[in-house]
Each structure stands twice: as structure tokens, then as C-alpha cells.
């Protein structure tokens, strides 16, 4: 009877998989599609409870909160370099993550958690010109993503 019943919630976890939130997967990377250092994908949007695994694929690399681009009341992460992080998203709004050691090579990327109302987002205006080229290319693309 246990076993039995065991089989039948498994097959309502199976059978419910959008209820669950989901691990959104970012490669970090010397060199991608979009040139060298660099997120891939560059911008996810995701919903709330949500996470982001950070896969370091190439060496060197980190994933840590921009704070210059961060929610209110949102809590700051950094992980360490070379190590796999997962980072859950909770607070919706638009989020920029900076690798530290390649902040300065542009080496961003844009979390948008729910629906952010981009355009009441501060934006950030004492960036590195690469990170700030990149940040506003990635706002262009969730923007055209909707
Ligand atoms: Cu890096």
C-alpha cells in the first residue's frame, strides 16, 4: 500500500512540472558568440522563485550582484571564482550581474525576474563603457523579447 502510494504521487509531480520553479542554466565563458568574456545567454527573463545556475565553463569567472543595478530591499550575492553557483531570484525586477574580475572587459548580464517596468528602472550611469555598452544591448533585447 506505501509503495503504491508513493507511485501515485510521483506520477503527480510528473504530471505537474510548470507548477515547479525552474534552474535557468548561464555558461561563463573567455569567448562566445558576442565576443570574449561573456555570459551565455546574456539576458534571461524569469519568473519569481526562480533560479540561475552559473556554470564556470572556462576558467576564471564569477557571478556576483552589479549593484548599481540591483533591486531595493533584493539581497546581494558573489560567488566563488571557478565554482558552480545557483542563485535564487525571489523579488521581481531587473537585475545586473558583473563577473569581478571581467567587469571592465564588459563581462555583464541582465536577469529580468517577473515583469520589471524597465523604463522606471534606474540605470546606471558610472559603468565601465564596455559593461555599460553590453548592459544597454541585453535591456534592447528583453525589451524586443516581449
Ligand atoms: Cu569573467
Known amino acids: 500500500m506505501l509503495r503504491f502510494t508513493a507511485a501515485v504521487c510521483l506520477a503527480g509531480l510528473t504530471l505537474a512540472p510548470l507548477a515547479l520553479a ?3 542554466e548561464v555558461k561563463m565563458l573567455n569567448r562566445g558568440a558576442d565576443g570574449a568574456m561573456v555570459y551565455e545567454p ?12 552559473f556554470v ?19 539581497e546581494p550575492f558573489k560567488s566563488k571564482l571557478n565554482q558552480a553557483a545557483e542563485q535564487r531570484f525571489s523579488e521581481p525586477g531587473l537585475y545586473g550581474i558583473q563577473c569581478i574580475p571581467h567587469l571592465g572587459m564588459g563581462m555583464v548580464m541582465l536577469i ?6 524597465l ?6 550611469t558610472d559603468l565601465p563603457a564596455r559593461a555599460a ?14
Open 22 to 24: 525552474e534552474v535557468h
Open 42 to 53: 546574456d539576458h534571461l527573463h524569469i519568473a519569481p522563485g526562480d533560479s540561475v545556475r
Open 56 to 74: 564556470p565553463t572556462h576558467a576564471s569567472h564569477n557571478a556576483a550582484s552589479l549593484p548599481a543595478l540591483w533591486p531595493k530591499g533584493a
Open 112 to 117: 529580468e525576474v517577473g515583469d520589471a517596468d
Open 119 to 124: 523604463g522606471a528602472v534606474p540605470w546606471p
Open 133 to 146: 555598452a553590453r548592459l544597454q544591448a541585453q535591456r534592447e533585447k528583453l525589451e524586443a523579447g516581449r
